[in-house]
């Protein structure tokens, strides 16, 4: 089979999913045993190796099965929140199932946030909590949280087992569910007492649930339709998003794009998916999108969406979207289809399945569009609008935080290196000036934009590509969220990178107050504390503090040498600002702060006005 058919490959229910259960072939099958053993038994059956965790009162018997394995690396985080991280970024670094293990009330509770920053992101989760006994469940007992019910709109399904002979059924489903379909996290909550319990492990080969059939391939009839579209249109982009990567059909929207020379544009959650050295890749859009990135989006006569979701930070104000585009939406999750946009065609599948269909459309001569005039004025706005030009800050002696990205760029290995990102000013700097070039190489909280998430999300990416360089960039606001995670580094000697880009202040919330609110800074200055360096030293870490523009590329040097956790304070100026950016509210068209070569090198910002639509706060 040529590669490129290979790309083409059916997508099953069995292939998109977690392994399936090695059945009657699994030692333990048919053992008599404890509930915990059961839920070791069962993590061992779908294969997994390492899962990170936080012990307590309601889980120490899982804990104590735990003990027992010869195949399952528990990793001991500093706080629970952490733990959900560490296991959000092995899976998206991984593509496999990140698993977390905790006890039971503010264990449980603590986990929240890092389900939640999984659900909104498509990432395949099994979170397992221990809880109160069964009979003290609503007694408001000690250390007892309704973790089922307080989940109950952040995962994509949740188990209470009640029954030590239910828990390899739960955990086999939870498996399932978590990774087919669209991806997403899963709870499953095990009362002590149940794990106490005695059973016999019977796991099963094969899950089959009535009520969750997803659906894989596309119909045939809206293929056909959409590569008839496609081949009228002038303007046509293809809009890159998270579900891409999910899918793995990132080769096959390369093969399309280049074949058909339709541009490609990205969200947040879609960067790495196309090689940013690809021409035909614009990049980032939306709210701190490019100019011309945006400007391709918002003119184009026909979106074809491929795993994305249309988030109010990729729109603007969505009555003023892409006003003259027809949309082709490509999901696995029928909810996301005419939720924000309209489509013209929808197609609910798997994107790697459709796509295929669709290059056999054009094998078999469907009509391929003319997009050279379309092609020549992107070039056009590309060379006019700049993401940045290094002339707007000649000779100054500050640290220019879009140079310092542009730079770890080019220091970094494109086929050895993960960057993860925290939520902020630096994310945005990181995600425009940082060029991926593969899928799972940069990890980020998109959908729920979670401060503190950026540390541990890096070292749970270590753990799952022990021979990349992991680098996170984080802000000294969101550092400080889950800064106790830098002992799991140093206790598990994972060497991973940390970029601190510190301005002393919650950077991207002061941005706001100075472009929305009239320059009205309410508690958003942390001045200088901690010292990083001391903090860092302090954990076992090497660190050093840059604060001239001079001494940023040997400090990058010293830091990917190094053979152990390290970490870079890159002061920055406070009033350093992420452009362009697109006002709360605001079309697309209306974004300030971008360059304009015909107009100089300059930025051109007046003071934008959030519309009603959008607030005027975060």
């Known amino acids: 089979m040529s590669e490129e058919k290979n790309q083409r490959k059916l997508v099953t229910v069995a292939e998109a999913g977690a392994p399936i259960g090695s059945g009657s072939s699994n030692p333990k099958q048919g053992e008599r045993m404890t509930g915990a053993q059961a839920v070791v038994a069962s993590l061992e059956a779908e294969g997994v190796d390492l899962i990170f965790g936080y012990p307590g009162g309601h889980a120490i018997h899982i804990y104590d099965a735990l003990f027992d394995s010869k195949t399952i690396r528990h990793v001991l985080s500093r706080h629970e929140q952490g733990a959900v991280h560490e296991a959000d970024g092995y899976a998206r670094a991984s ?16 986990t929240v946030t890092g389900i939640a920053t999984a659900y909104m992101d498509s990432i395949p989760l099994v979170v397992i909590t221990g809880q109160v006994p069964l009979a003290m469940i609503g007694t408001d007992s000690f250390q007892e949280s309704d973790i089922f019910g307080i989940t109950i709109p952040i995962v994509k399904h949740s188990f209470l087992v009640k029954s030590a002979s239910d828990i390899a059924r739960s955990i086999r489903e939870a498996f399932h569910i978590a990774k087919t379909g669209r991806p997403g996290p899963v709870l499953v909550d095990i009362p002590s007492d149940v794990a106490r319990q005695e059973t016999v492990f019977e796991y099963a080969d094969q899950v089959n649930i009535a009520s969750y059939k997803p659906t894989y391939r596309g119909n045939a009839k809206q293929v056909k339709a959409a590569a008839a579209l496609i081949g009228k249109a002038r303007r046509p ?7 891409t990567i999910s899918s793995g059909a990132s080769c096959l929207v390369e093969d399309l794009s280049e074949r058909l020379r ?13 090689p940013a050295s690809n021409p035909l890749n614009v990049g980032l859009v939306g709210m701190h999108g490019s100019k011309y990135a945006n400007m391709t989006l918002n003119r184009s006569d026909l979106i074809i969406a491929c795993g994305a979701r249309f988030s109010d930070r990729v729109t603007g104000k969505i009555s003023s979207f892409a006003p003259d585009a027809k949309l082709i939406h490509i999901d696995i999750d029928p909810a996301e289809i005419d939720k924000v946009r309209m489509a013209d065609i929808p197609i609910v599948g798997d994107l790697r399945n459709v796509l295929g269909q669709l290059l056999d459309q054009f094998d078999a001569d469907a009509q391929v569009p003319d ?3 379309w092609l020549s004025d992107i070039e056009l ?7 940045y030009d ?18 770890l760029s080019e220091m970094l290995d494109q086929d050895s290196s993960i960057v993860a990102t925290d939520v902020g000013q630096h994310q945005m700097w990181a995600a425009q000036f940082i060029k991926r070039t593969k899928p799972r190489s940069f990890i980020s909280s998109g959908g729920l934009g979670t401060m503190g998430f950026g540390l541990p999300a890096a070292i749970g990416a270590s753990f799952a590509c022990p021979d990349k360089t992991v680098v996170c960039v984080a802000g000294d606001g969101s550092l400080q969220m889950n800064a106790q ?3 799991t580094a140093t206790i598990n000697e994972i060497p991973v990178k940390v970029v601190v880009v510190d301005n002393s202040a919650l950077g991207m919330v002061r941005q706001w107050q100075k472009l929305f609110l009239n320059q009205r800074y309410s508690a958003t200055e942390l001045h200088d504390v901690p010292d990083f360096v001391k903090l860092a030293d302090a954990y076992s870490w090497e660190a050093e503090r840059v604060e001239s523009p001079e001494e940023v590329p040997a400090a990058y040097e010293r830091m990917l040498a190094s053979t152990g956790p390290y970490l870079i304070d890159l002061r920055i100026p406070r009033d350093q600002s992420v452009f362009p950016i697109v006002a709360p509210g605001k079309a697309l068209s209306e974004a300030v702060g971008a360059i304009d070569l015909d107009e100089g090198v300059v930025r051109i910002v007046d003071q934008p006005e959030a519309d009603e639509e959008g607030g005027k706060a975060l």
């Open 95 to 110: 593509g496999k199932v990140g698993v977390a293990l905790v006890t039971s009330g503010p264990g449980a509770t603590n």
């Open 237 to 243: 982009v293809l809009f890159v998003g998270g579900g």
């Open 262 to 274: 339709i541009p490609i544009a990205t969200s947040l959650m879609g960067l790495g998916a196309i």
């Open 371 to 373: 997009t050279e005039e």
């Open 381 to 387: 706005w590309r060379e006019r609008y700049p993401m």
């Open 390 to 407: 290094k002339r707007l800050d000649e000779n100054t002696d500050y640290i220019v935080p879009e140079e310092a990205m542009r730079l």
């Open 485 to 487: 995670e830098m002992a």
